[in-house]
């Protein structure tokens, strides 16, 4: 039912990774599942895991950094929850990139990745793997959501260029 749209994101992906040049991004252990349940803060202020490692690989950063954008949103943890784009233009999420881009410095063409790892997520981890991973139900409304909210929100509502501008990036 949803074919075309699955197909138009696939190969909006292939498009993007190749015009981002991901083949020149380092490779490094990704978690990519920072779902605020599978980790705490102790009170020195040290991470503390619970991880589950259903989603560790070695990729790009850039897979990390949507679900970094949920931690630090003010949204906060809940329940019952969506997979929005918005929190990678929140100004909270802007706030980490900058001191993250001051120690770990980043390229314009990661930060315009950005909009592929989160497609590749919901394509993944949604659509095609939800039902692995949530209950029947859930992974029935998250899979509900990507076609009529996430899908059509990447291209939409993620503008990497604002980023880009904000920390200072050229090329």
């Known amino acids: 039912m949803h074919a075309d749209l699955i197909k138009y994101h696939c190969e909006q992906f292939l498009k993007n990774r190749l015009k981002c040049n991901v083949s020149s991004f380092e490779l490094i252990p990704v978690f990519i599942d920072w779902n605020i349940g599978n980790f705490s803060v102790i009170n020195k202020h040290e991470l503390f895991s619970r991880w589950d490692y259903?989603?560790?690989?070695?990729?790009?950063?850039?897979?990390?950094?949507?679900?970094?954008?949920r931690v630090v949103s003010d949204v906060g943890d809940r329940t019952v929850f969506s997979y929005v784009i918005d929190t990678m233009m929140e100004p909270r999420f802007l706030t980490f990139l900058t001191e993250y881009h001051k120690v770990f410095p980043l390229k314009a063409d990661e930060i315009r990745f950005l909009r592929e790892a989160y497609r590749f997520f919901i394509l993944n981890y949604v659509v095609k793997?939800?039902?692995?991973?949530?209950?029947?139900?859930?992974?029935?409304?998250?899979?509900?959501?990507?076609?009529?909210?996430y899908l059509p929100s990447v291209d939409r509502d993620f503008d990497p260029e604002k980023i880009i501008k904000h920390l200072k990036i050229t090329g």
């Open 54 to 69: 259903d989603w560790f690989r070695i990729s790009y950063r850039m897979l990390d950094f949507y679900f970094l954008s």
């Open 129 to 149: 793997d939800g039902n692995h991973f949530f209950s029947p139900e859930y992974a029935k409304k998250l899979r509900n959501e990507a076609f009529e909210i």
